[in-house]
């Protein structure tokens, strides 16, 4: 094989890698990657095509079975072998490139190698933004007048226009009670304890997220060429939904198209974002509230499409506040307690989620549904949703929608009276 030698200009240090390289590579031997170990040898002189090769390599080993049936050591080779195309496509002045890579990396790799693909990006991140030119036909900073029209969401909305395509029976019955400056000993007493759900409002006001998050060119900036996993189709139970890898660019395009995609809406749904790019985590302050009753910080996931995208009514097995940063959304909750009435699914990886569509009822099918009682409530800008764990719930998006969702564990005083 010929080799192509990688530039040194503007490298990034692998601290990790350099200190943990030997023995990753004497493990991937024991597991019969010889291969792969043979590359990424050639590839840690700075033989670009050899790079390559390790990548693809474990990117077929990752995709020979089940993700969970993938051997770790695997994750960790793939994350290694992003380290050495970056570098290179770095060196090369290719920063979106590079970006791309070691989103994958973060993305499909493993652990041992994370902070190595952290301090990457953000070298690779300041050299971009100091050499940063506008693309031809993308949302350029400046490119319109008027601040309004870079913005997300416009403020003009009304429930009235999208009534109709709401849930039958929607905002006709119980709504969520919503409360202002909710003190930690009231929400314990009166919502995490007696187990019911509530809006807390005016808590979002020192987040910088309120107003930096509705601004195109400030996501652009930050966030613009990272790739990223969407969801794409109705919802996640429909046989015509698939996932897909996409720059944070393009998200943004499909969403200023009204989701404009060939399958239906473009969902970034349930993602770790906030682990994944750093400048976006600092626009956001973890709610005193998930401390209640002594719990830990399970998982931090941001959700943001376009309007129109749909959760499924299903459950989570944790505490969660929904974080409503930009945009509205509808959300139906129903009780732990009517489980059994929601005809959960039998199979393992759904028995979290409902057989009953509430968008299109089958009346013959689920008879007694409609009578089941259910609060509900829209959900505005700048309003948190304690939604307790087991509770059910339904959300669609009003308008485009960015939301953060806190879940976390129960703590020792969850078996107070």
């Known amino acids: 094989m010929s080799s192509t030698t990688t530039p040194h200009g503007g490298d990034f240090d692998t601290p990790t890698l350099d200190m943990e390289s030997a023995e990753?590579?004497?493990?991937?031997?024991?597991?019969?990657?010889?291969?792969?170990?043979?590359?990424?040898?050639?590839?840690?002189?700075?033989?670009?095509?050899?790079a390559e090769a390790a990548l693809e390599m474990a990117w077929e080993?990752?995709?020979?079975?089940?993700w969970q049936s993938v051997l770790p050591v695997w994750r960790d080779a793939y994350s290694m072998a992003?380290?050495?195309?970056?570098?290179?496509?770095?060196?090369?002045?290719?920063?979106k490139e590079a970006l791309r890579v070691l989103d994958m990396g973060i993305i499909m790799g493993g652990t041992l190698l994370r902070k190595d693909l952290d301090s990457a990006i953000e070298k690779v991140s300041e050299r971009a933004n100091s050499s940063r030119r506008?693309?031809?036909?993308?949302?350029?900073?400046?490119?319109?007048?008027?601040?309004?029209?870079?913005?997300?969401?416009?403020?003009?909305?009304?429930?009235?226009?999208?009534?109709?395509?709401?849930?039958?029976?929607?905002?006709?019955?119980?709504?969520?009670?919503?409360?202002?400056?909710?003190?930690?000993?009231?929400?314990?007493?009166?919502?995490?304890?007696?187990?019911?759900?509530?809006?807390i409002s005016d808590c979002m006001v020192h987040w910088p997220?309120?107003?930096?998050?509705?601004?195109?060119?400030?996501?652009?900036?930050?966030?613009?060429?990272?790739?990223?996993?969407v969801e794409v189709g109705k919802n996640y139970l429909c046989t015509?939904?698939?996932?897909?890898?996409?720059?944070?660019?393009?998200?943004?395009?499909?969403?200023?198209?009204?989701?404009?995609?060939?399958?239906?809406?473009?969902?970034?749904?349930?993602?770790?974002?906030?682990d994944q790019i750093n400048e976006l985590r600092k626009d956001i302050f973890i709610p005193d509230y998930c401390f209640a009753g002594g719990g830990e910080l399970r998982s931090l996931n941001a959700w943001f499409g376009p309007a129109g995208t749909v959760t499924p009514l299903h459950h989570d097995p944790h505490h969660n506040i929904l974080a409503q940063v930009v945009g509205k959304k509808y959300?139906?909750?129903?009780?732990?307690?009517?489980?059994?009435?929601?005809?959960?699914?039998?199979?393992?990886?759904?028995?979290?989620?409902?057989?009953?569509?509430?968008?299109?009822?089958?009346?013959?099918?689920?008879?007694?549904?409609?009578?089941?009682?259910?609060?509900?409530?829209?959900?505005?800008?700048?309003?948190?949703?304690?939604?307790p764990p087991k509770w059910w719930h339904y959300v669609r998006s009003l308008t485009t929608s960015f939301s953060v969702s806190f879940w976390w564990s129960e703590g020792e005083c969850s078996d107070a009276p």
């Open 24 to 50: 990753l590579l004497q493990t991937i031997s024991e597991h019969g990657g010889y291969a792969y170990v043979r590359m990424a040898s050639l590839a840690a002189t700075g033989d670009v095509r050899a």
């Open 61 to 66: 080993q990752l995709h020979s079975g089940p």
């Open 82 to 95: 992003c380290l050495h195309v970056a570098r290179h496509h770095n060196g090369n002045g290719e920063f």
């Open 134 to 199: 506008v693309s031809e036909g993308s949302f350029e900073e400046g490119s319109v007048n008027n601040s309004e029209q870079r913005s997300l969401v416009h403020p003009e909305f009304h429930v009235s226009q999208v009534l109709q395509l709401l849930p039958i029976k929607s905002l006709s019955s119980k709504i969520v009670e919503k409360r202002s400056g909710l003190s930690l000993d009231k929400f314990l007493k009166d919502h995490y304890l007696a187990g019911t759900p509530v809006i």
């Open 209 to 229: 997220a309120k107003t930096k998050w509705n601004n195109i060119d400030y996501l652009l900036r930050v966030a613009g060429d990272r790739t990223v996993p």
């Open 240 to 274: 015509d939904w698939k996932q897909e890898l996409i720059t944070f660019s393009e998200l943004l395009q499909r969403i200023k198209s009204n989701g404009g995609s060939p399958g239906g809406p473009t969902y970034l749904a349930q993602h770790p974002l906030f």
């Open 331 to 387: 959300v139906r909750l129903y009780s732990a307690s009517l489980s059994e009435e929601l005809y959960p699914y039998s199979e393992t990886m759904r028995t979290n989620s409902s057989q009953v569509d509430l968008d299109d009822i089958d009346e013959r099918k689920f008879p007694k549904v409609q009578d089941l009682e259910f609060v509900d409530c829209i959900l505005e800008e700048g309003d948190m949703l304690y939604i």
